[in-house]
DNA sequence: TATGGGATTGTCT
DNA sequence: GACAATCCCATAA
């Protein structure tokens, strides 16, 4: 049987645009008492605080909620958004709120509990091609936020290799000006999986 | 304590 | 494409 080992600490400790490129290909994992479900991420985008008017620490707003995002890299930022939780990876150097949403994962381990979790009638593709599906489909919640993601039961390991990177602007933010533009969105070009 | 808005999703037109 | 669902959080009073 295979073992599923955490990513080392070091990988988190690179450039924010460069660690939301380096965790596309790279799994996802959360282990439940239900059991283990995980998936290939194939889309990501950078939030990087102080400059940019999209991301919750904008000009380092520093409150309960962002708190996370000032410490060390490699920890779990969760949040609600409507009726949704959504999942991000701490990234940068102590002191700045920067962060990798996850948008989108391509299926691995545990499908039976994904169609649990998110309805059976769904389509495979509907299990996690967006930024809520994917947390729903792996169990990850509110609670889950400041969690180290180089230790069980949530984390990232070695996933594997994918083709070229599409890079493009983010979704979602279109009350945030200039920031809007920002080409911030990495996904897997030929990936099915990818939102939207 | 009250208020307004949001890094979404699903449904309806 | 538009909009409702539904709720947390930051801000102001």
Redesign the pocket.
Known sequence: MMVIQPINYSFFQQPTLDLARALLGKLLVKETELGTVSGWIVET?A?I?PEDR????FEN?R?????V?FGPPGYA?T??????C???VVSGEIGC?E???I??LEPCCGIDLMYQR??KE?KEL?LT????????SLGIV?GD?GRALFEYPLFIAEGKEIGSIAVGP???????REAVHYPWRFWVKDSRFV??
């Open positions: 985008e939030y605080g999209a991301a919750h620490g707003r409150t309960k909620r962002t708190e995002m930022y949040y609600v958004m409507h009726t949704h959504l999942m991000n709120p962060a990798v949403l948008r989108a998110r309805g769904k509907a091609n967006g930024p809520g599906k994917l947390t729903k509110k936020y983010r979704i979602g933010i279109h009350n945030s939102s939207k």
